[in-house]
């Protein structure tokens, strides 16, 4: 549950404005004389402290325009289509209340049940969701790093079937909703057919200095913004830094509330405890995350790694198996790349959904990426007999 009490300010450092000046107005008004003795009476500030309730609204006022961002940015069409076609709808709007009749809420509540709720108001404190394309629930959603670490790192069918292990993690750009990321992930998940874990971290009261900037103008600057404006933030007002950062705050503590990039910071801690994680792909600034996170950990766990990116091509610092993809038109992508050359080029721009043109099809990408990864086997038999075929080819009859 959400602490909804309201942050409590400072107290005054001096206290001529709390007591002697109030004594003088006394005086000079003509009531008794002022006694200047200490008194254990609290000056009430309550008319004065941010509830925050009043913060929440603004932070999932800018989550909403990331979520139209993701309908450009991301495959969202696509997901509500498959997803539509198995019975379920996406929603990006509050679930309505139930009603007060107990048939009326049955019939809400199996109603709910084939509605996937991806709202800004929905999860405006950060979630992991869990996506495996083809088994029922489809969606699974983690508020918490510990819980997914304990519950996550299996994705289980509801109808039928052993867990399946998560092994895949996706990280996508600047300020994606849980829409953009969620359709990332079915993109990954789809394509591999195995389930995938994508980090949607939380909106943070200061990362609205940046996003009204304007997220996409470069990520350093962004990164910069965010990280500055929240250390202010987190100095000035510690309650109201908690806000937006809950996902964060369970995987590394207070300093979730001074970092720049939490999402880093959920990938960072959730590599180092989750073993089995093999793979990673980033979209945009997601690829940039990762490589914030993996930058720190032990070589002999970056090697069992490998990192695919889209639309922007990370320094390959760690012996991570690296496959980077970026867009010949892709003018956003490569001004975030800085310098960094990619594996692949292809002809598109920094979208992946599908259904605009010259965009980024990460489908096929990620299947072409896993077979040439693809050990290569030969048969001595087979290889010897092609040898001797050739052979009696090249002499002269």
């Not at 001529?16 to 008004?29: N, S, Y």
């Not at 997601?286 to 320094?315: D, K, M, Y």
């Not at 599908?354 to 050990?375: F, G, I």
């Amino acid at each position: 549950m959400l602490d909804t009490r309201a942050p409590s300010l400072p107290r005054p450092m001096l206290p001529f404005f709390d007591v002697v000046l109030p004594k003088w107005i006394e005086l000079a008004l003509g009531s008794q004389a002022p006694d200047f003795s200490p008194t254990p009476a609290k000056p009430d500030l309550s008319k004065f402290e941010i509830p925050r309730e009043l913060v929440e609204p603004l932070l999932w006022a800018f989550r909403q325009t990331n979520t139209l961002a993701d309908a450009l940015f991301y495959d969202v069409g696509l997901l509500g289509l498959r997803l539509l076609t198995r019975g379920i709808l996406v929603t990006t709007t509050s679930t309505p209340q139930l009603a007060a009749s107990a048939e009326i809420n049955l019939a809400a509540a199996q109603a709910a049940a084939k509605i996937i709720n991806l709202s800004a108001q929905a999860n405006p404190e950060g979630t992991i969701l869990v996506i495996d394309a083809h088994h029922a629930p489809f969606v699974q959603t983690y508020d918490d790093v510990q819980n997914f670490l304990q519950d996550g790192l299996s994705f289980r069918p509801s109808r039928g079937g052993g867990p399946r292990p998560v092994k895949i993690i996706t990280v996508t750009g600047v300020g994606s909703s849980a829409l953009g990321s969620a359709a990332f992930a079915w993109n990954v998940s789809e394509s591999l057919r195995q389930p995938v874990a994508a980090i949607v971290p939380g909106y943070g009261l200061a990362d609205i200095i940046p996003q009204a900037l304007g997220g996409w103008f470069g990520f350093g600057v962004h990164d910069f913004a965010r990280r500055v404006s929240q250390q202010l933030l987190a100095s000035g007002g510690w309650e109201l830094a908690k806000v937006g950062r809950h996902l964060a705050s369970t995987a590394i503590g207070d300093e979730a509330f001074r970092t720049g990039s939490p999402e880093s910071d959920i990938l960072h801690e959730v590599l180092k405890r989750a073993e089995q994680i093999e793979r990673l792909y980033g979209h945009s600034k997601g690829a940039l995350c990762i490589q914030n996170a993996v930058r720190s950990l032990p070589a002999e766990r970056t090697r069992r790694l490998h990192v695919t990116t889209f639309g922007c091509v990370i320094q390959e610092e760690t012996d991570a198996d690296y496959n980077q993809v970026m867009g010949n038109i892709d003018g956003l992508g490569q001004l975030n790349s800085w310098g960094n050359w990619p594996e692949h080029w292809i002809k598109g721009w920094h979208s992946t959904n599908s259904l605009l043109p010259l965009t980024m099809p990460v489908a096929d990408l990620v299947k072409k990426d896993v077979r040439a990864e693809d050990p290569v086997t030969i048969d001595e038999t087979v290889l010897q007999n092609a040898l001797v075929a050739a052979l009696a080819k090249l002499q002269p009859r």
